[in-house]
C-alpha cells in the first residue's frame, strides 16, 4: 500500500505555511501520524510538496502462475489455498467468467477457453522454484488447472489485466472500488446473481485478490429514447445494495480509489456520524475556509 512506502511528507497548508510531517528514520513515534494523516486524504488537507518514500531492491526473479476453475465459485472458494499455503505472492488477481469474456472480447485473447476463472498470481523474490511449485500444489489441490507461465506469456497476461478489459459502449455502467476481508470475497461473488436478478443488471468484477479488493462492473441495457443524462435508477440502486453487502462482510466503500464528490452517500453508510464530525472537525482545523478541493472526500 501507498501508506506503508511514505516515510515522510513537506506539505503546504492552506493558509500558505510549509510543514514537515513523519521522519526519514525508519521508526518515529513523536507525536501524532499526520503522514498517513494526508496520506490518501485526497487533497483536503493539503498540497504534497515533497516526499520521502521507501526505496526496496528489485527482486532476483519473478515468475507468473495461473489457476483456471471450472466457475467463478470454485475459483473464488479456491483463492483460499493461496492463503493456506507457504507461498506469499506480489500479487493475486482474480478474474470471473463475465471478466474473461470482456477480456477476449475487448483484446482478442482465448482466455475463456482455458477455464470458466482465472486466478493469476505474481511470485518473485528467492526460492521462486520451490515458490511456484508449492502454489501449484495447493491450487491443484483445490481443483484448479495450474500452468507456470513462460516470461513472454506472463507479461501478456498482466498486459490484459490493466488494459484488456474494455467498458461497453453500448450500455449504462457504473464501476466500484469495495474491499472486503479476502475470506469473504466468495461471498461477494455470490451476491452478484441476486442483486442481477432483483434489479435487472449484470455484474462482474476483478479483483485485486489478495487483498479483498474489488472492481465491480455494474451494466444495463440502453434503450431506444433513453436519455444520455439520464442513467436508470436501478443501476445506482444496484451498486448501492452492492456497497451494503461489501459493508456486512466487513468491508469498506472504496480500497483505494478514494471518494471523490460520486461516493459520498456511500460513505456515509460507512461512517458514522461521530467519525464523520470528527473528519469535519479535522478539515476544519487545517483548512477552515474549505479552499483546497471543496466538497472532495468527507
Do not use: C
Amino acid at each position: 500500500m501507498t501508506r506503508e512506502s511514505v516515510l515522510a511528507l513537506d506539505v503546504v497548508l492552506a493558509d500558505g505555511s510549509l510543514v514537515s510531517v513523519g521522519h526519514r528514520s525508519i521508526k518515529g513515534v513523536t507525536g501524532l501520524d499526520l503522514t498517513s494523516l494526508f496520506v490518501g486524504s485526497e487533497g483536503v488537507l493539503g498540497i504534497v510538496v515533497s516526499a520521502t518514500v521507501r526505496l526496496r531492491p528489485l527482486p532476483v526473479a519473478r515468475r507468473t502462475v495461473t489457476a483456471f476453475f471450472d466457475s467463478t465459485a470454485a475459483g473464488a472458494h479456491g483463492l483460499a489455498a493461496i492463503t493456506g499455503s507457504p507461498v506469499r505472492p506480489v500479487a493475486i488477481e482474480f478474474f470471473d467468467t463475465p471478466s474473461l469474456d470482456s477480456i477476449d472480447s475487448h483484446s482478442g485473447s482465448s482466455l475463456r477457453g482455458r477455464g470458466a476463472a482465472l486466478v493469476l498470481v505474481e511470485l518473485d523474490g528467492y526460492g521462486i522454484d520451490e515458490q511456484s511449485a508449492d502454489l501449484a500444489t495447493a491450487l491443484t489441490a483445490a481443483g484448479a488447472r495450474v500452468t507456470v507461465e513462460t516470461d513472454d506469456d506472463g507479461a501478456r497476461l498482466w498486459e490484459l489485466r490493466r488494459s484488456g478489459r474494455g467498458l461497453p459502449r453500448d450500455k449504462w455502467y457504473i464501476g466500484e472500488d469495495i474491499a472486503v476481508p479476502k475470506s469473504r470475497l466468495p461471498e461477494v461473488y455470490a451476491a452478484f446473481p441476486v442483486l442481477e436478478a432483483r434489479f435487472g443488471v449484470d455484474i462482474s468484477a476483478v479483483s485485486h485478490a489478495g487483498d479483498g479488493n474489488l472492481h465491480p462492473l455494474i451494466t444495463l441495457d440502453r434503450l431506444p429514447g433513453d436519455d444520455p443524462a439520464q442513467p436508470p435508477a436501478a443501476l445506482q440502486e444496484a451498486a448501492t445494495e452492492l456497497v451494503r453487502v461489501a459493508l456486512s462482510l466487513g468491508g469498506t466503500v472504496s480500497g483505494e480509489h478514494g471518494i471523490g464528490s460520486l461516493k459520498q452517500d456511500w460513505a456515509a453508510l460507512e461512517l458514522s456520524p461521530r467519525i464523520r464530525q470528527a473528519q469535519h472537525a479535522i478539515k476544519a482545523a487545517l483548512d477552515p475556509h474549505s479552499l483546497l478541493n471543496p466538497g472532495k472526500a468527507i
